[in-house]
Each structure stands twice: as C-alpha cells, then as structure tokens.
C-alpha cells in the first residue's frame, strides 16, 4: 500500500459508514460475549432485515465499553441525535432496540432516553464514569470494529507509522523521550528510554516483544485493548521496530486469553494482505513481521527475562540482570519488551505528538492510565483517566462507591506486587511517584475496592499465596521465603501468631525484597507490608494475649 | 493349505504395495513446530489441544520428533499449569480464582462444587464427565464470580448454587468449538 492510500482507504469507508443513517455498536469483548453479545449482534441484523431496514442501519461488534458489570452494552450513533447507550441488553431484546428507539429515530424522532420497556436498559452518557474519562488507549474501543481495518484507518489508523518512516531511528526516541511515557506494565520506566538504550546496541538481529501476558489477577486492560484495538498495538510494535531497528516482532499473549489471539492474528493477516506488514511496509522497502507465542498459565512470564524464557521454550525462570534485555536478551539478540497499553499509546503520540501527550498527567507521570474497577465496587469495570486525577474520584465519582450500604475501606493497585491504600489517602493524586510513596505502586492498573465488611488480612494472604504458588523457585529467598511469611501469616489468620511473628515477618520481607531474582520475589511481601503498616490493628487483635504466648 | 512349495509353479509377482503408513498426527505436528525455534510450549498447546491432555507416550513420540529430550518436555509440562498429564472429564470446569472474583466469593463457590461433584480441586469425576479446576484470573473481572467451562464463559454466579451451574452445563453442552490453529508460518 502507498502511503497516500491511507487517506484515500480512510475516506471511502468513512463514506461507506456515513451512508448509514444509525449505527448500533455492541460491546463484544469476551465479557459481553459470555452474556450473548453474538447473538445479539445477529438478532439484530435479521430484526433490520426483517423489517427491510438494514440498508439505513448498520451494526458492529466493537471492543469493551468500559462499563463491564452493565453489559452487554450496546451504543446507537445517528446523524441526528446524540448517542444513546443500552445496557444490560439481552438476545431477546433486539426487537424492542429496533422498534422502541432505532425505527422511531429513523423516522425522525428524538429519544432523549428510551420508556417502557426499555428504561431500565439506558445508561447515562452524561454520568461521571464517562465524561471523567479521557481515553486514548481505549479511544477506539465502542467506536470501531475491531476486527475490520479499514475502520482503524478512519481514524488516524497506521498514520503515525506513515510519519516514523519519514523520520530516523534516533527521532522517533526522542519523541518518545519527549512525550514523558512509562512503562503501563507496572515498573513505569521511560518508554523513550528503553527504546534508545536498545538502539543503540549494534546487531544484525533485534527483537521487538510484546508483553501480552498480564498475569495480575483482577486485571484486564491489555485484554480490551488486544481485542478491541489490536491494529493499535500492531501500529505501536511498528514503530518500536523502528525506533530500535528492530528486525523481527513476537506477540507473547497468555493463553487464558483466546480472542485477543483470534483477534491479533486476524490483525495482523489484514494488515499483511493490505501491506502495512511483511515485505515492503506502506512502499517504504522496509520488511517486518510477527510470531504470535501464547504463553501456558505462569504468572512469572509476565517478567521480561522469564518471558523470554518462555519464548525459547523453557521454564519461564527469570535471568539476573545485568546482562538486560536490551544488550542480550531473545535466543541473546537485543530485545525490547513492553507492555500492551504502552504500545497502544505509540501510536496516538506518533500521530498527535509528544507535546499533546505530555500536555496530560502530571510533571513526571505523562498522559493517562487505564484501570480495571473492580470488587466492591458499583460501577465495575474498565476506565482510563488521566494522571493526576485523585483516588477519591476514581473510587467514588467515576465507580460510584461501593453501590451498596456499606463504606469502601480501602483499595488495592498493583495486584500481587502493590500495596493497600485506605480510605482517608484517598485524595492522594494518581502518578507513580504518589502511589509508590504511598506504599503501594501503580501496578498494571488492577484496582480492587474491599468495603468494612472485607478482612484486610485475607487479601494480603490471598496475594501472598498466589506469589508463593506463581514462584518458580529458582532463588531461594522468594523460594523459601515466600512460604515462611504465608505459614506466618496462617498462623496470625488462625489466631496463634505473636508479635514476634509479625518482627520475624517484616525481617523476611526485607530479605526477599533485597535479593530476589526477579520483581515476583522483590515484591511479594509489598502487600503485607502495607496492610500492616496502615491495618495492623486488624494483626494484632488476632494475636494471643500475650501472657499466653510462648516463642 | 498345502505347506509344500510347488517350485515349478512358483511366478514371481510383485509385492502388493503396503498401504500407506497413515501419518501420524503428531509427528506431522512436531514438523509443523520444528521450523520455529523454541516452539515447544506452541507445539504441546496444539498437542494438548488435540488429546485434551500431554500422555506420556505422546510427549514421548513429539521429543524425538522435535529432537527435544523427554527430560525437557516434563521441565515444561510440569512447571506450566496449562499443561494436564491425566486425561481429563469431558467438561472442564475452571472457576477462577482472580482478585475479584475471590473478593465475591470463588473459594466458596469451588468448595461448593466440590462437594456437588465429590471430586477434589485439580481432580475429575470417576465416570470422566467433568474435571474441576481453580484457574487465575480470566481477565471478565465486571463479572465475577464466575466460571469458564471450555471456554464458555459462566458469569455472576451464585456462589451456593453450585448445582445450577452443573443444570446449566448440561443444558448447554459447551464443548471447545475448533478454530483456526495458530499459524506456525
């Protein structure tokens, strides 16, 4: 594909798009598609075809919406209302959407929200949860199909590659550089950095690696972008490949995620036919592609060493470091890895520019960051929002609080390497710095919401026992340490525990922290730190009386 | 039949041809995987995927067609949890053990069906009709608790009401629909 081909592609399908008068797009991420999004999408259609509208209404799946415990979501667009947004939608209903609200628009009535049956199926655009946000990695997702690249092109799509090719390896980092963007993974190291450290490691072999395994569980961020948006992450990888002159692409998604692999490969075999990948890149002689590698249920491969492992087939244990992977890394070749979310924002600040993303967020933590609501929480699902916003207002603005009569206590970011964070540091602001001071870290974007009725000290040993289990047990102080703090932890649980338990606790946290291999073991006992250093009356009240307590 | 041979009458024919050795499947599927370097993991999912689980002799057969020492395909086999090395039921239960799912209650939810099943977590029932499991986190977290059960999702469960769930399976039958194989290019 030419270059100019591009704008001209974009253009035709957007006309093909206008030519509808409504457009019904209906969340079909696997959430939605365990509660009949299919179905719905096919009810539909026959519904239009029955009743010989089909030519004034078109329907698409798109990717997740964000409201997840509301769905299936369906969002109606037309030229001549505002949207409307449908939730809680079921098979059986197409006919109501169609008769109710799509055929009366058509025919030229304005539904400010639906009656009858349909009242208790109509979201709010208006609400927190939506106008709060301010989407860029998800910007796609609700709006286009993602399994169809002319309307990835529609929108900017594969145009910031198109300027990174106009562009030397060397400016493309310092744009990254420039716009300010960490890692999303959880470490939040400079993406612009990372890029200009592998590049400038000569080598006639480079690897650009996707992390697609997001192993925190209570996370699924990367999970609605790979599905909703996989052209995105694609374009990113692109233009990582040339930041580093990178000559091949591996995708590493876990394999509990089938559709986001369905997805990626279907992405990628569009983008290849249309020559945006493979030989000969948008005219340009470049040639690159991609290996998709699933990963096989081990937490640990989501770090990048252990990852690689995996890659070459072994057991997913991490590598010390230096050597990083940047100097020796895939079968010992450079390799850069980052993380799906990063990837997806590439391809906006390509297009947009540095400044625009910096202009977001806070003076060290840039742009914005996706999060996954969920717990006690009312309004569970996927947001993003920009850096700098407060807990206060993610928790109970956008989530609505816990939607119940009982108060929220505290929240957890970071999975099973963050912290907890109570309730009254809540209008602490939200930036890797604030939440790292805090003791927790911003982590993948995994937030959970516990109310007063939620023991503090059983989460802290449900992530303790989810590292313990995940170790892979090759250095011994995660090994080894891991299982004493949890069997130490049981016992304050069961209600033997001493305070000495609690001083041997922290002093085995400290070795494991120091002198494990890998982040798995460095921060396993973040979780237990914190709850003890913001509930550790919920500890010591399960401890013996202490004239009973013998050593 | 007579055991003598007639040597005067004896014309030389030719062999019929055997039949065809049919291929065998795995061994077509190491030579699809051999190409790619470090496939192992990639070529034991499309195993797995086929058997429903890594038999012995099978991971036997796959070693020394990838030219992998069996000692390596147990390294793998044994340290990823995807990998089963019993058969399994026929429906696959995995309840999953997320954050938010946990906070909802799944340990509940998996005692229950343990008990609906008589059948402990990582165990199938006698008669092989299901294998339940506890699995990470399956990423549908706006929908805990829930359960996958080959690969249909089950959402918003009660977390008593086990035997619904096992109602449901049985109305719906979900079985593993095949889909395209991940390319090896």
């Given amino acids: 594909m030419k270059p100019e081909e591009l704008e001209i592609k974009a253009a035709a399908e957007l006309a093909k798009q206008q030519a509808f008068d409504v457009r019904l797009a209906c969340c079909s991420s696997t959430g939605c598609q365990s509660s009949g999004a299919a179905e719905i999408i096919t009810n539909l259609k026959a519904e239009l075809k029955a009743k010989q509208l089909d030519a004034k209404v078109q329907v698409v799946g798109t990717g997740c919406m964000g409201l997840c415990s509301k769905g299936p979501l369906i969002r109606m667009t037309s030229k001549t209302q505002k949207d409307v947004l449908f939730s809680d939608i079921k098979p059986a209903m197409a006919g109501a959407v169609i008769d109710q609200v799509v055929a009366p628009v058509l025919g030229g009535a304005t539904i400010e929200a639906p009656t009858g049956e349909l009242e208790a199926h109509y979201l709010d655009l208006e609400q927190p949860f939506f106008t709060m946000q301010d989407r860029i990695v998800l910007e796609n997702n609700g709006r286009s199909d993602p399994e169809k690249l002319e309307e990835y092109l529609v929108h900017g799509g594969y145009q910031g590659l198109r300027k990174a090719l106009t562009m030397s390896a060397e400016e493309i980092c310092k744009e990254m550089l420039d716009s300010g963007l960490r890692g999303r993974g959880g470490a939040g190291f400079p993406t612009g950095l990372k890029w200009d450290l592998t590049r400038k490691v000569q080598n006639d072999v480079k690897y650009v690696i996707c992390n697609g395994d997001e192993g925190d569980p209570g996370a699924f961020m990367d999970r609605s972008v790979l599905e909703g948006d996989p052209h995105a992450v694609i374009e990113g990888m692109l233009i990582a490949a040339r930041a580093m002159n990178s000559t091949n692409g591996i995708f590493y998604i876990r394999a509990e995620y089938p559709l986001a692999v369905e997805r990626i490969e279907k992405a990628l075999r569009q983008a290849r036919t249309a020559g945006l990948v493979g030989r000969n890149i948008l005219d340009s002689g470049w040639a690159f592609d991609f290996e998709v590698r699933l990963g096989a249920g081990a937490f640990v491969c989501g770090e990048e060493t252990a990852l690689i492992a995996s890659i070459e087939g072994k057991r997913g244990t991490p590598r010390p470091r230096p050597p990083f992977p940047a100097v020796k890394g895939l079968w010992g070749y450079p390799s850069c890895v980052n993380n799906v979310e990063t990837l997806a924002n590439v391809s906006r600040i390509m297009l947009r520019g540095a400044q625009w993303f910096a202009s977001r967020g806070t003076d060290k933590s840039k742009g914005t960051k996706v999060f996954a609501l969920t717990g006690k929480i009312k309004n569970n699902g996927l947001v993003e929002v920009p850096m700098g916003i407060t807990l206060r207002q993610i928790v109970e603005t956008i989530g609505g609080g816990t939607g119940t009569d009982r108060k929220v206590k505290a929240i957890q970011t970071g999975g099973p390497s963050g912290g907890m964070i109570p309730e009254h540091q809540f209008d602490t602001p939200v930036s890797y710095e604030h939440l790292q001071k805090l003791g927790s870290m911003m982590g993948s974007g995994g937030l959970i919401v516990i109310d007063d009725q939620d023991s503090v000290i059983e989460l802290v040993r449900f992530y303790l026992d989810f590292c313990v289990d995940e170790s892979c047990g090759k250095c011994a102080p995660c090994r080894i340490g891991g299982t004493q703090i949890l069997r130490l932890v049981d016992r304050i649980v069961d209600g033997t525990g001493t305070q000495e338990d609690i001083r041997v606790i922290r002093k085995v946290a400290k070795a494991m922290q120091k002198a494990s291999l890998c982040a798995l073991g460095q921060t396993a006992p973040n979780p237990i730190l914190s709850a003890l250093k913001h509930f550790e009356p919920e500890f010591t009240e399960r401890l013996q009386p202490v004239a009973t307590a013998k050593a | ?185």
């Avoid at chain 2, 041809?17 to 030579?31: G, M, R, S």
């Fill in chain 2, 1 to 185: 039949m007579s055991t003598a041979i007639d040597v005067t009458t004896t014309v030389k024919v030719a062999a019929p041809k055997a039949a065809a050795e049919p291929k065998d499947e795995i061994v077509v599927l190491a030579q699809k995987w051999k190409k790619k370097r470090g496939s192992l993991i990639m070529a034991l999912h499309d195993l797995q995927g086929r058997l429903g689980y890594v038999p012995r002799e099978s991971a036997m057969k796959l070693g020394r067609a990838m030219d992998v020492p069996l000692a390596r395909i147990y390294e793998v086999v044994t340290f990823y949890n995807y990998f089963k090395l019993e058969a399994p039921g026929k429906y696959i239960i995995s309840v999953c053990t997320g954050t938010a799912c946990h906070i909802k209650g799944s340990d509940h939810l998996l005692k229950g069906l343990e008990k609906e099943l008589q059948v402990s977590e990582g165990q199938s029932t006698p008669d092989k009709e299901y294998h339940l499991q506890g699995v990470r986190c399956l990423g549908c977290c706006g929908l805990a608790p829930l359960a996958a059960v080959n690969g249909k999702v089950y959402g918003k469960l009660n977390t008593s009401e086990s035997h619904y769930l096992i109602e449901r399976i049985q109305e719906d039958k979900p079985m593993v629909v095949a889909h395209e194989e991940v390319e090896a290019e």
